[in-house]
């Protein structure tokens, strides 16, 4: 704190200018604007110290009041404990985060049975070109072996002068008929296995319906069951809400009325000068006793601080001291003056 002595002095050292006049001494002197901010604040800053400490003196006669000595008059209000909200969700919200919790499960099992349907598919056609590049295969190879034999044969007769022979030109037709119906029974073999080839990737449309269908009933049941699970855990959740609100119900209500009690007794003519305040917890409860006093303590310091000017009520309530005097009050008084 500032000493409004030291103040004064700084002001008489800044006495300039005296004039001499008509017998009689006349004094002008300038203060500079700083030199009277200055003064100015250590005015308000004694004032806010003093103000302070009245109003911690009236905290703590309070407080004092409650250990050993009369009973203040407060007026209180029934408290009200503060509930939970009991969540709730209507059948199709409760339907609705089902399917939300599903939705990966069934994404990722149709897409498993597309997905398995397609590489089925892939593999027969990829057979289908397997079948019918090795019956190629075959016949070219098969040709070219009949080739090599009527060489021969044709080779054989020209040996023997036989080129033009009926023997020989019927042999080299037989081998062309060889040649012929074998190609056939390979053309007719690779067909009938291009039909089963193309029986199976007929098939596997109306086994991906079945597929589908059958994980539509799977997901039917999941589903139901994840509905009945979130069911019964709201319909838990409700339980335990209501079981906790109903507790606090009952314990409001008891606070209530030991707050009422301590209240009269309070104000009643037959308080004990000298009841100590552990007793007080143990007749009435420490939370209606805290009550009291804290209401004491906001009564008084309300009253106090409004025959103050917000600004000198706003610089009492920046005290430290003050502050932690006022507890939880502190915000509550601190915007009423703002």
Do not use: C
């Amino acid at each position: 704190m500032i000493d409004i002595n030291v103040a004064k002095k700084v002001v008489q050292h800044k006495l300039q200018n005296y004039i001499l006049s008509g017998g009689d001494y006349m004094y002008t002197y300038n203060i500079s604007e700083d030199t009277t901010k200055n003064v100015k604040n250590m005015h308000n800053q004694a004032r806010a110290s003093d103000n302070a400490n009245q109003l911690l003196n009236a905290i703590n006669d309070i407080n004092n009041r409650f250990t050993l000595s009369g009973a203040p008059s407060v007026s209180t209000q029934p408290v009200n404990f503060d509930r939970k909200q009991a969540p709730d969700k209507s059948p199709e919200e409760i339907a609705r985060q089902a399917e939300t919790g599903l939705a990966h499960y069934r994404n990722q099992n149709i897409n498993a049975i597309h997905e398995d349907s397609q590489n089925r598919r892939d593999d027969l056609i990829a057979n289908q070109e397997t079948v019918t590049q090795s019956t190629r295969e075959a016949q070219d190879n098969f040709a070219r072996q009949v080739e090599q034999a009527k060489q021969n044969a044709s080779n054989q007769a020209l040996s023997r002068g036989l080129a033009r022979s009926s023997i020989v030109v019927n042999q080299l037709a037989a081998f062309d008929r060889s040649q012929l119906d074998h190609f056939a029974e390979l053309d007719k073999k690779l067909t009938g296995q291009i039909d089963a080839i193309n029986f199976e990737i007929n098939g596997l449309s109306s086994e991906l319906n079945r597929a589908l269908n059958n994980f539509d009933i799977a997901y039917s049941v999941k589903l139901q069951e994840k509905i009945n699970t979130l069911s019964q855990d709201l319909a838990n959740r409700q339980a335990e809400v209501l079981e906790y609100n109903n507790q606090i119900a009952l314990r409001e209500a008891q606070f209530n009325v030991d707050l009422e009690r301590l209240q009269n007794d309070l104000n009643s003519s037959n308080w004990r000068q000298a009841t100590d305040i552990v007793e007080l917890y143990a007749r009435y409860g420490q939370n209606a006793v805290n009550r009291v006093i804290s209401d004491s303590v906001m009564n008084a310091s309300q009253t106090f601080l409004r025959g103050l000017t917000n600004e000198e009520a706003r610089a009492v309530l920046q005290d430290e001291n003050v502050r932690a005097a006022l507890g939880n009050n502190h915000a509550a008084l601190l915007a009423q003056f703002e």
